[in-house]
């Protein structure tokens, strides 16, 4: 009889089951990667320093801006603390990756460092041993880094870099530019490197900018040009507050079409006027 079987299946009702299956899944997809990228920005916002410190003479100041992909999360950071000697040290820097991973190590790195510095002031220490350190971790990822010790008693800056975008100066004489000094590679990658450090001695009024790539480069904007961009805000607003000049370089990232993370780090040197950065 025909009607003891049933009627067979109707296959638009089929399709349309089907159909709404695939868009739970999805949607479930989409849910947890929405979860991994809050729960990496959390994160990433308490990795990240509550404050910064000031000497005598040193205002420091900062800017951070995540991705314009919500889901593609990386691991820039930036600290500033005063040292066992009373010098104070800068990093930044940027971790390989965009996601939970990436903002993990970039917490270990940032860790590493800081820990490291309070057993020696020498960046070239600093940086040798945060890179042997990861290494013997067997992470698999690296990070780019730029650390910096300035005295405030003597006014000396030392500074060394592995792989990451290089500084930018201005001082009250006129003078500025893209510090090129010469670096080592990322940290993470060779064991046992030996990182370059450039001396200098801030004799006059001025300020440093450091930066990470999400600020001067993007899909069709080159490194150079941003770097460009950023030395003539740097040169024209040496004397402003630090949080006015960091808001003001970190705008140079809407500039580059990034989606990648950002990060700004300022510090203005009001010393005495009487020689140019030598």
Known sequence: MRGQHGDPPDSAQTLLVTLGRLVDQALERIR???????????L????????????????????????????????????????SDGSLGL?????????????????????SVRAI?????????VLGRANNLLISMGCGLFATCCFI?????????????????????ATAGGGYGVALDSGGPPLGIVAREQYPVTHRRLTEAGVLVLLTDGVVEGPTYPMEAGLAEVAKLVRAGFDAD???LASAVIKVADLTGHR??????VARYDGPVNGPLS
């Open 32 to 42: 947890i990667q929405r979860a991994r990228a809050e729960l990496a920005m959390a």
């Open 242 to 244: 630090p949080d006015v």
């Open 44 to 83: 990433q916002r308490h990795m990240l320093p509550p404050e910064l410190p000031d000497l005598p003479g040193l205002r420091v100041a900062a800017r951070y801006s995540p991705s314009r992909d919500g889901l593609d999360v990386g691991g820039d950071w930036y600290d500033a603390f005063v040292m």
């Open 91 to 111: 990093s930044i820097g940027d971790v390989q990756g965009h996601d939970v991973e990436a903002v993990a190590f970039m917490g270990q790195v940032r860790t």
């Open 260 to 265: 990648d993370d950002a990060a700004v780090l």
């Open 117 to 125: 510095a309070e057993a020696t002031s020498d960046p070239r220490e």
């Open 149 to 169: 010790r300035f005295d405030p008693v003597t006014r000396d800056l030392h500074v060394s870099r592995a792989g990451h975008v290089p500084m930018i100066w």
